[in-house]
């Protein structure tokens, strides 16, 4: 079936880079999107969304971007922290109120 | 304060054995949502259930059943017909589609 998905499962940076975090979808009916963030043993945060009407969001370090033509959403996080290092999942919500999540990427910040 | 709550954090079942995990939301929320997450794996939607007295099957829901009669409570069994339980379950609420989904910190079942 049509699933969201990540690019790459680990993605290592150093304290005050920026971070890129890529995501697929395969839904071209999805218009909302989610990403998370997940720290060990616990449940998801709520990072950001988009609805599909916009190209572009900003929030507080963190900017989510969505290409509906490839398919593609991205987060960046700006001026990553070791408080950053969790894993990030991207969710689209499809038809029915399902919210399908992605596989994670796992993000490590070295100080 | 409002959230959405899962107990216990930690269990522990023989196998062969049926377990009810619980999820309470105070979000006042229609949807609530079951997830199974397995080390270094994405979350896996077991069942899902838009309205009181409703819920739909997800991408894994052999081996569980749910129930929704308030809609406050969405508890999810785990019963002895699925084969390989021992897992991290996450439940999650959402006021509408199109809008954030809220997770509780999730259940972790081991099954001896």
């Known amino acids: 079936g049509e699933s969201v998905g990540l690019h790459l499962p680990t993605l290592s940076v150093q304290e005050g880079d920026n971070s890129i975090i890529n995501c697929a979808y395969s839904?071209?009916?999805?218009?909302?999107f989610i990403w998370y963030k997940q720290e060990s043993g616990k449940g998801p945060q709520f990072i950001i969304d988009?609805?599909?009407?916009?190209d572009k969001r900003q929030g507080q370090r963190v900017t989510v971007l969505l290409n509906k033509t490839v398919k593609h959403l991205s987060l960046q996080i700006a001026a990553t922290q070791p408080g950053d290092s969790a894993v990030y999942f991207c969710a689209e919500n499809q038809a029915g109120t399902a919210l399908i999540f992605g596989k994670g990427t796992t993000l490590s910040v070295s100080s | 304060d409002g959230g959405i709550t899962q107990s216990p954090k930690y269990l522990f079942r023989k196998e062969g054995q049926n377990v009810t995990l619980s999820c309470e939301q105070n979000l006042n929320h229609d949807a609530m949502y079951w997830y199974r997450q397995d080390p270094g794996q994405g979350l896996r939607l077991i069942y899902y259930s838009q309205i009181v007295n409703d819920f739909q099957k997800g991408d894994i829901a052999e081996g569980y059943s749910v129930s929704r009669e308030k809609k406050e409570s969405f508890p999810l069994t785990v019963t002895s017909a699925q084969k390989n339980p021992t897992a991290f379950y996450l439940c999650a609420s959402m006021k509408a589609r199109g809008t954030e989904a809220f997770f509780g910190q999730g259940t972790r079942l081991t099954v001896v």
């Open positions: 988009i609805r599909s009407n916009m």
């Open positions: 839904n071209s009916a999805s218009d909302y």
